[in-house]
């Protein structure tokens, strides 16, 4: 599957804290008119960025993807206004998750875990314009989640540790994805 790559540094789990990040190539570069984004988490706080897109001097295009008092929010503007959707359930502190994002023109789908939600970003583009990278559990400037990802792939594209083009704070779980968990994927980000 095209989600299975752990995300793991010297054979572990990467630890965000608020003010950790990872930051990656953007493999698309600027335009995109469709994206995937998954993730395998798990928080010990409720409050945080996931995931975000960097932005270009031309555009302010942007998605991200974080945690607001424990529930997870999909937010992205297309250069005509920004659109959100937000799970109404809480995600279980120090519980394995799992997140799916498409975004297809206009239309969002948000999935975490079993529950799904829409978003349609207002205005006539369809096209998510953003810059050459993107960042994983925060972002500078930017409060991060407190928790850890195990796996995350971006259109398709397994992501690894060797992908990061830079680094903040970083530290390791001590625990992994159960073996035994329906969240368990074949590769880790290491």
């Not at 948000?110 to 998510?128: F, I, K, M």
């Amino acid at each position: 599957q095209w989600y299975q790559r752990r995300v793991r540094g010297n054979g572990q789990t990467p630890r965000f804290n608020e003010n950790s990040f990872l930051k990656f190539r953007n493999p698309e570069h600027n335009t995109k008119d469709n994206l995937m984004l998954s993730l395998v988490f798990k928080v010990s706080d409720g409050s945080g960025l996931l995931f975000s897109t960097e932005s270009t001097t031309q555009h302010a295009d942007y998605m991200k993807l974080g945690l607001d008092q424990g529930r997870v929010y999909l937010e992205y503007d297309l250069g005509a206004g920004s659109a959100r959707v937000r799970c109404p359930r809480t995600v279980d502190e120090e519980e394995w998750h799992f997140v799916h994002v498409t975004l297809r023109g206009k239309h969002a789908i948000l999935r975490v875990d079993r529950w799904a939600g829409e978003a349609v970003s207002p205005g006539q583009r369809n096209v998510l314009d953003v810059g050459s990278h993107f960042y994983l559990g925060g972002a500078p400037g930017e409060a991060g989640m407190s928790g850890c990802v195990e796996s995350m792939a971006v259109n398709d594209e397994p992501l690894t540790m060797s992908d990061t083009v830079a680094s903040s704070n970083i530290n390791y779980c001590e625990e992994n994805v159960p073996e035994t968990s329906i969240y368990k994927l074949r590769y880790r980000l290491k």
